[in-house]
Every structure is written in C-alpha cells, then in structure tokens.
C-alpha cells in the first residue's frame, strides 16, 4: 500500500496545473508541458519563427523590443498572445505592462494592444495579444508574406528591472465561405441577469491556460491563498452569452481594507485576447467581483469597438482568470480563503459562420460533443469523489481527465489494494 501512496503522490504533483499533495511554494504559472523554447530576437532579422497552432515558453527583459516572425498566407486570419509571468514577490508598480503588436515587413503596425497591472499591483500572470485580419482597414496587412511580432515591456520609470517568462500562443482563424455583415450587432439584452442561487460544487482552478479547470452554468467554489492565480475554462457556442463573478468570503482574522484590487476576475477569449477584468476591495467581509454584461458570442462582434464586445468574437473555450493579492496575507493571513464563482450561460446556440477551412489549432473555435461532454465527465467526477474518496481522490478525479491513462492505472491500483484489505478482514 505504501507503493501505491508514493505512486499517488508522484502522479498528483506531476498533473499539469494540478494541486500536489505534498507542500510547497506553488509556481504563479503552470506552462503548457509541450510548449517550446524560442529566444526572442532584439531585431527583425534574426526573428524566431512562430507556427500557428504551437505553444512557446520564452522570456521579456526590462528594456528594450523582442522579435519573433510569422509566415501568413493571404486568407486567414492570425493571432499571438503573451503571457507575461514576473517571478512570485516581484515588485510590481501599477504602470508596469506588457506590449504586443504585429507587424508587416515594412514595419507597419497590423494591430497592437497592452495590459497593464493596474490598480491590482501584485505579480500575477497577465496576458494581452495581438494579430493580422484581412481586412479593407488593413490593407497593407493583407498579402501573404513575412509578419513580425514585437513585444516589450511597459514601465514606470521607478520599475525594478528583472526577466519576466513568456508563454506565447500563436493561432491562425481560416477564412469564411461567405462574406457575412460587416457591422456588430447592436441589438442584444445588455442588462445583467439575476445572480445564480444553489449550493456550490467544489472544483479547484488550474494554474495556467494549458491546465485550466472546466466548468459550465452554475456555482462553483475553492480555496484560494494570497498570490495564487486560478484559471477556469468555459465553453460558449455561437449565440451563447457568459455572466460572471468571483466572490471571497469573510474573515475572522484580521482588519483594514487592503486597497483596491485585491480579488481580480479576469475574462479571455480562445486565442487567449483580453476581454474585460473586474476586481473588488477586501477588508474582512465578503467581497464580489463583476464582469461587466457581454453581447452573445458572434463573428461580427470583431467590428465593435470596445474590447470587451470584439472580444467575443469566437466559439470556443473562454478563460475566467481568478487572482487574489498577495497583499491580502499582510491583513488576513496566509489564508486559505473561500473563493465562489457564479457562472451563468444563457441563450440558444446558433450555426456557425461557415469556415472555409480549419483553424490551428485545429478546433479551437468551435464546440463538439466532445468539447462539451468534457465539462459534464469533469464534473461528475467532482461530485463522486467527494462523495467517496477524500481530497487526493478529488484531485485526481478532476485533474486526471485528459492528463493520461496513469492516473488511471494508479486509481485501479488503488482500488485492487482495498478490496484485497477488505477481503483479508
């Protein structure tokens, strides 16, 4: 029995994103396992080469551009994002940022965006991206050729100048059959809906995009500590609208208000773009955090103008992105603390705009039934093991989905042992 323990422990602390048993300082970023190295470039010239549909661990000095290129034809569309990662007890100023745009060979900028820590100045993973649409408004971006992402760092002039880790995401969107409206739609339901009542199932958050937590319409709960960063994943079909908010509950320890920002809900779309944030004070009490109404999920929602309506521009798995403040241990202590996440889904789903080919990865935009029955598997295993197998069942349970047959082959193990005990009884 004690192999099988040991065996246990080793396959719940290697689960990408999972919550090992034993303790430990926990990483505030769980990379994808197959992502790949790539330096960045200081110049266009020696620019790595980013292939659509691959994952890529890199790193951001304090100063200055790195490059890395594109090769794009003259159809689809194309996206990068980045994912900046400062080290656990960074210095963090709330000017501090990351900057991405992408550009021609003749150094036209295609698009560009950055995000910032803001008023929620605590290390954490934030991410921000950038791409080539084809376009009438982007016409020298259209042909087919070399492209150039360019990323920097954003900073006050009193920031402390250290590496940051990069995850990058490059995928490309195929072009439509069919030209479609060319306008977003102005006519969805922006009042928010009353807020999702009914007891909490527990289902703990991944540590990155890569092995973020699945879940659906409902309430959700956990534990989270101060600095810790948990991603959730939802499915939205076309036509599908998502509602939002991350709670933390009350404190008996402690006093004062920890300032602004000290829970963060933040929302990506399936290219990992930044959509829209919300955060809240904390100061012993219950506190809530709220995402704004967004419009349902719809091709032409790429022509709005605010970020979080033309973010919505894709089916696909969304991110809801839960950080709570390091600060917050000054106050309250190291915690844990109960986070509760009300999600809701509404609305019918809708025919696609009709792809003229795949996207890479491929099925990132779209919702099949396996998509689909792998929210609803992930959750009656939640709800089985908490019935019957303790927290390390729990933690296998949820987290073993997809993660390969060894957890498999350890939970049958694990359960051959116990009948035998029970039998020699």
Known sequence: MAVVVALLLCTTAALPGGTALAAGTPSPYAFAPDAQ????????????????????????PSDG???????????SDAYVSATAVPAAGSTIRSGDGI??????SDGRVCSSDSETFGIVRTARPIATW??????????????????????ERVSTTTSVPDTWDLELFAVSEPALEQTGATEAPDDWNSAPP????????????????????????????????PGRTFFYKVPLDWGRRLYATAELGSSNSGEGSTGSGALNLSLYNPARGFVDEASATYDGRQKSAELDPLPPVAYENRYARPDHLNGMRFAGSYYLVVNLAAEVAEKYGEGPFRLTLRVGVEGASQAGPGYAG??????????????????DQAAAA???AGSGGGSAMTVLAVSGIGTGTVVLVVLGVWTVVARRRAAAL
């Open 37 to 60: 190295f790539v330096p960045g470039a200081p110049g266009s010239a020696d620019a790595a080469l980013l292939t659509p549909g691959t994952t890529y661990r890199s790193s951001l």
């Open 65 to 75: 551009q790195i490059y890395y290129s594109l090769e794009l034809d003259d159809a």
């Open 99 to 104: 900057k991405i745009a992408v550009e021609n």
């Open 130 to 151: 950038a791409g080539r649409e084809i376009s009438a408004k982007h016409s020298s971006c259209g042909t087919s050729g070399t492209y150039y992402v360019v990323i």
């Open 194 to 225: 009353a807020p999702l009542t009914g007891d909490a199932t527990r289902r703990e958050g991944g540590s990155g995009f890569a092995s973020a937590a699945s879940i659906g319409n409902g309430v959700w709960s956990s534990d989270i500590e």
């Open 358 to 375: 795949e996207s890479e990865p491929e099925g990132l935009f779209q919702i099949g039934q396996a998509g689909a029955a792998g929210g």
């Open 382 to 384: 939640a709800g089985a």
